[in-house]
C-alpha cells in the first residue's frame, strides 16, 4: 500500500499550491487587518510540525497555540486549520473551531474532539470530522502547508449560519474585526 501512495504522491506532485481558495485569501476575508500575531510553542511559523501533532505515525494531537493583540470587542475567537497543498481541487479544511473570548492560549491536544476539556465548538471540516485532525500528506508528495488561521469576532457564528464554506466566508467577512496566521510544515517520505 506505502508503494501505491508513493506513486500517487510522485504522480501528483505538481499538483499543489491553492492558496488562491483559502479561506484568509477570499476577497471579502483578505482586506481584514491582520493584527493578531498566533504562534506555538510546539513549531515555529514555516517550520516542520512535531510529529507528535501529526496523524499516521504521529499522536495526531492538536498543537499548543498562543495570540496576542486580540480586539477587546472580540465575541468569538474562530480558528482554521487548512492544507492548500493536497492534490485536490481545493484547500482540505483540517479544522473549524469556535472559542470563547477569555481564552489566548491552548494547551497541546485540546483541539481534538476527544479531549475538549474546554468544551468548545467545532464546526464540521473535510468529511464532516468534528475537531483537529493533524498533517498526513500523500507519501512523496513533498512538503505540505498546514495554515492555522485565527478570527476575532464582534458577534458569534451560530451553527445554522454555516452549511458550506462559502457560508462560512461570507461570516467571517461580516463579522471578523482582526485575524491571524501561523504555517505549519509537514512532509512524508
Known amino acids: 500500500m506505502e508503494f ?3 506513486c500517487l504522491g510522485r ?7 491553492r492558496d488562491v481558495h483559502l479561506i484568509c ?8 487587518p491582520s493584527t493578531i500575531q498566533l504562534t506555538s510553542s510546539d513549531f515555529n511559523d514555516n517550520e516542520p510540525m512535531p510529529l507528535v501533532c501529526t496523524s499516521g505515525e504521529g499522536e495526531d494531537k492538536s498543537p499548543s497555540l498562543e495570540w496576542k493583540n486580540m480586539p477587546e470587542q472580540t465575541k468569538e475567537i474562530l480558528i482554521i486549520l487548512e492544507d492548500p497543498d493536497a492534490p485536490l481541487p481545493k484547500p482540505v479544511i483540517h479544522m ?4 470563547p473570548p477569555t481564552f489566548n492560549s491552548i494547551e497541546q491536544g485540546v483541539l481534538n474532539i476527544d479531549n475538549n476539556i474546554h468544551n468548545f465548538k467545532f464546526l464540521p471540516g473535510i468529511f464532516g470530522r468534528l475537531g483537529y485532525h493533524g498533517p498526513r500528506p500523500v507519501r512523496m508528495h513533498g512538503s505540505h ?7 476575532a469576532l464582534n458577534e458569534p457564528i451560530l451553527d445554522e449560519e454555516v452549511t458550506n464554506k462559502d457560508d462560512l466566508i461570507d461570516s467571517i467577512s461580516k463579522k471578523s474585526i482582526s ?5 505549519g510544515t509537514f512532509e512524508r517520505f
Open 145 to 151: 502547508r498546514y495554515i492555522f488561521q485565527i478570527y
Open 11 to 17: 504522480l501528483f506532485y505538481n499538483f499543489r499550491g
Open 179 to 183: 485575524r491571524g496566521t501561523l504555517t
Open 96 to 99: 473549524i473551531c469556535r472559542i
Open 4 to 6: 501505491i501512495e508513493r
Open 25 to 32: 485569501n477570499a476577497d471579502n476575508v483578505s482586506i481584514i
